[in-house]
């Protein structure tokens, strides 16, 4: 069996006195979408944020591709290919598909003190990018963003963060906001990224859209791994009530004993 | 023997005189602005020179200043009150914010303190209040002289430049001037600059150009403060009228004393500052101790006209700072 | 497709409805004041007025953009030419030593507004309100207690004069070409430059900015020092042109300067608008402001007749970026 992409082994985080997470430990596969699921509160934030560069874990190792990662700043996972897409996240309303997909890193042409952003190469990089994941009624680079639908604009975080270079995409709630068609377009972009071979790690509230796109799943309650499987092993209703913080499962076994 | 009883009676005698100066020539407190206000050092410069004559006379002069404007009305107050319990023979004070300042002098006038009013109030406040007197200028007097000026050295149409317009005082000057050419025979109007080309020195200049160019009658400009006259100099100058528009202003800079003196500034309308408290604390020493009594009410201490023929002795006043 | 013109491409550009708000201005006061407003002497008149306006309104502009305000500049001009008056004028140092002094004091100005709202979460409303303050306080307090006197002469050499304070023609300043050149410069480094893209960027979302890499806090703190050093800029050429200083001027800079910037068509809470779009709305500021006087109004509702032109710009700014947000092809 290959290496795990991303690995967390016991990883503890609490701040001051209180704990966050409770020896956590998961592994994602090259090409795999890990659907993390928990109710508000249960730590899922705070989980991808320490993925993310933001905090560093109290206790506990991080792995990439088999070697264990500390990182300062958000920047440094970026630069090994972790990307977080937080809703809209990376898209700016106001300005042209083609400046706001490289902002940043910015194309440029000419030389010296003359060195211009190439508009036309970041346009058609850009659209090129976005209709390659199936988007293809955006088709021209001076747009602005805030005339994107939300699937849209979403879509071109997630392309975004692919073309410069994810191996690993953490999308904070991507579907939250959306109509089902528009979360539609969402999904069909995770699963595409995932043919890429790029390893997603989805967080969500709706069932219906992990069930789609899910391979492993793992429920948040409390700070700890509730339960960590594979597709198919579980039933919807089954993971509902995961979802809904084991409670209602436990009331509902309560009942059935009686 | 005889000599010796005549010397010591005399020093006792001398020594009631000193205590009886101290008790009866006039102290006298000033109430005036802060520190880094401009005017009111000038204020400060006729204290000290009136000082001079007080002490002479055995009294004394304490000059009571605002630490800040932040919170004028009750400050002031605080200062009458200070001056009161300080046991002043005399107070010299601005009537500036009237509804705040009138009881608390009054309550002065009552503890026996002999007031004048300075720089504001006037002389029909002065008389309301029980003041002896109000020494300080009239805006509208102002004005009048300048309008007067203007037709005398031969101007016939005057624009009466105010940048803030809405001001009352300001408003009092160009009133002044416009009323002070068309009692000449003249023409006045006043221009009003909208509050957006305030402290825009280009854009008030550029507004006088124009101005001077469509209306090619005008003759005499004035400006409601000095600063404003550093622009008006500019505008005329863009407008090609240097030669046939005479530049006046209300009050006194640097660049303005330049002009009249290199002759593109006409003249400069000053309230003389210096001799408001000069002459304030003199007056009131000088009533206290010697009873006289001014026929003249008010005592205005301007308009002082500044213009070519007396620039050089205004330019000395100003190096001694008492213009 | 992209590359050709398209008329509707160029409506849906932020300095559109700045575009269209100067013609129509234009026409208006041509209309009501007579050619005389496109003449030499007319076009000088409101084009000094926005050349001072417009090298502060740019970065003022700048820092709206990106999501920040800078309202010491009411401060910072006449802190400019007091300090070139002062040292110049009044101690008679060599000019060259003021004007360096001027622009030394707005950089160092600038480096404080910036490190303070970079390093606090101070709104940088706020934390300008109280430079704007302390700086008129300091230039009061100094200039009194060196000088005494609040209004200082200034005599330069002509070199001086040549450069920051003369008139070419008799009518137009020289400080218009340094507005030009410093509008082609801005225009060039933000719209064609990464770093441009940045500072949209930014004002869009600071957060996802920072995250792609951008170094917001230093963009920050240098548009922060563009801004205050450009003011003393200007404050140095006003005094150098007018052979005079006062304490008291310049607060009309704050606003007419942000009025210019929203004329201009750049959005109050930033990420949107353009270094052309805030020159046309600095140049409508000016027709509007000077151009009362080539008509036969009533001088005492100049006010009147500027709030409600700016007011109108500002409306029609509005719907010209409606239409490009909502703008989508058509469909096939």
Redesign the interface.
Known sequence: MSTPILELENVDKSFGPIHVLHNISLKVMPGEVLCLLGDNGAGKSTLIKTLAGVHKPTSGVVRFEGKPVVFDNPKQAQEIGIATVHQFGGTFPLMSIGRSFFVGVEPTKGWGPFKVIDRKKANAVAIKAIQDFGITRIDDGDRLIGGLSGGERQSLAIARAVHLGARVLILDEPTAALGVKQASHVLRIVLEAKKRGISVIFITHQVTHAMAVGDQYAVLIHGSVAANFYRGERTREEITDLMAGGEALAKLEAEVEN | MLKRILAKSMATTAMIAVSASIGFAADIAVVGGKNDDAFWNIIKKGIDDARLVVEANGGSVNYLRLQTYDNFAPDVVQLIQTAISQGVDGLVIPNWVPEAEDPAIKLAIEAGITVILMNAGGADKATELGAINYVGSDEYAAGVAGGEYFAKNGQTKILCVNTVPGAANLEARCKGVIDGITTAGGKGEQLPLPATSFGDPTAVAEAIKATLLKDGTIDGLITISAGDADSAAIGVMQASKIESVKLGSFDLNGAGLERIKGGTQLFAIDQQPYLQSLLAVTLLASAIDFGTDLPTRPVLTGPGIVDASNIDAVLAGVSAGAR | ???QFSFG?LLRRPEAGAFIGLVAVLAFFVVFGGL?FLKT??V???L??A???GIVAIPIGLLMISGELDISIGAM??AGSMTVAILS?YFGLPIAVGILAALGFGVLVGLLNGFIVVRTAVPSLIVTLGSLFAVQGLV??LS??LT???????TSPAWAKAMFGT?IA??F?VIILWWLALTAVYV?VIH???V???I??M???K???R????PTERLTIILFVLSATSASFVGVC?AI????A?V??????I??AI?SVVVGGV?LTG??GSIIGIFFGTITFAIV??GI??TDFD??W??LI?GVMLLLAVLMNNTFRKM??????KKK
């Open positions: 497709m992209s590359g491409s005389s002497a007319g000088a008149s409101w000094n007025v050349a001072n306006l001009v006449p004028g009061l307090g009194v207690m005494n006197t609040t209004s200082i002469p200034l008139f008799n009518q300043q060039f064609f430059k990464p441009g893209n940045w949209f960027a004002g869009g979302d957060v996802s900015a995250n792609a890499g951008i006003q042109l007018f052979n005079s006062q008291s001027s310049g607060m009309s800079f606003f007419n009025i959005l990420g949107f402001n000077q006087y080539f001088r005492n100049s006010s500027i490009a947000l909502s703008y989508s092809p």
